[in-house]
């Protein structure tokens, strides 16, 4: 028998038993047929302007909106379906509950105007800025050692969501409590991991992979579930074992965004905890391994769709920007060209020449990640 690892492999129900529109009025309408003639002994001969034929759509219509709130009310049962408040309280049949959101985090250096004697404390709680009304402050206190110049210190965003993504290194540098001594300060790392309400996808993930958690043996969805409930901004997580009592994790962050040192060393203590980690688990994580590809391609478009080129033009570039993404949005993803090649002919182009990329399979552990700009050309009108 087959394992079930993710929701989608679960099959497609209906209460109603997907009964279309369509069916109801044939239904409805034969029906008022057989009544009709047990009633009179004649047929009953309707045609297509027939009021009474008219009032029966308004019946059938209405009829299936019923039947619609029926096949919702009990998919709403079902975390394969379930969205909203009903998710929440499915979740918490597992004790698992929607996160509020996560806040960004970044590594900070501070650095002394000269050399000191002794130790220079920069307090837990310390606030830098780039000044744009958004602050984030020290995680623990900060020792400077005697005749040190400078040291880092790992920071969080005081506000939950996406909005302190984004840092760039060198771009938080304002300090806000101001510190004896410092003379400078910037942070060293992108600020990442900030992440706003979790998503109905992402609960119901963690809703599915809530029962591993309650193992001791340490099964791979256990610590994908714990991994992703240490961050709402983590989309996805791959757990190895290359050698007994290794555990290898991988993750990645909104948009196949790679993480940065300081979120590995927190997930990293995170994973610590002995209501997490079995004994004997020696848990490594890591940001994936990175595959590079580029892209080449050539693009036609049918002379039937000339007067529509500009549009077309639009949604191959689009279409190209999504395929970016989605290669890089699931970690062992291979470097597929017929996914791109679909995208392009989904946005209107007649035939695709793919130079580049190639297929190629991609280790369990890696992304795949576009190395420079992709190559476009559109190659003009061609008979359909």
Known sequence: MSVKKTLSDYPEISFIDGISLE??????????????????????????????RLIAYADC???????????????MSL?????????????????????????????????????RANITVIPTGTRVTAGDGKYFETLDMLEIPAGGMEGEVNAICKEIGIKGNGYKAGDLKTLVDPVPYIDTVENVTVS??????ESDESLAERIFLAPSSWSTAGPDDAYQYWVRTFDTAITDVHVGSPEPGIVEICFILQNGQLPEDVMIEELQEYLQNEGIRPLTDQVVVKAPDVQEYGIDVTYYINKSDR??????????????????????????????????????????????????????????DAISVLNGDPVVTYGGIEDD
């Open 23 to 52: 069916g109801i009025q044939k239904f409805y309408l034969n029906a008022m047929e057989e009544r009709y003639e047990e009633l009179t002994g004649r047929d009953l001969v309707m045609h297509d302007a027939d009021p009474v």
């Open 61 to 75: 219509l209405l009829l299936y909106q019923i039947a619609q709130y029926a096949d919702r009310a009990g998919k």
């Open 79 to 115: 975390l394969k379906y379930s969205f909203g408040d009903y998710l929440e309280n499915i979740g918490a049949l597992k004790g698992v509950y929607r996160m509020e959101g996560a806040k960004a985090r970044v590594r900070m250096r501070f650095s002394l105007s000269a050399q």
């Open 192 to 197: 990442e991991g900030g992440a706003d309400l």
């Open 307 to 364: 007067i529509k080129t500009s549009a077309i033009r639009e949604q191959v570039n689009s279409a190209i920007d999504h395929y970016i993404l989605w290669q890089k949005e699931k970690i062992g993803r291979d470097i597929n060209p017929d996914q791109l090649r679909k995208m392009i002919v989904s946005a209107g182009a007649k035939r695709v020449e793919v130079r580049s990329p190639v297929y190629l399979r991609v280790a369990s």
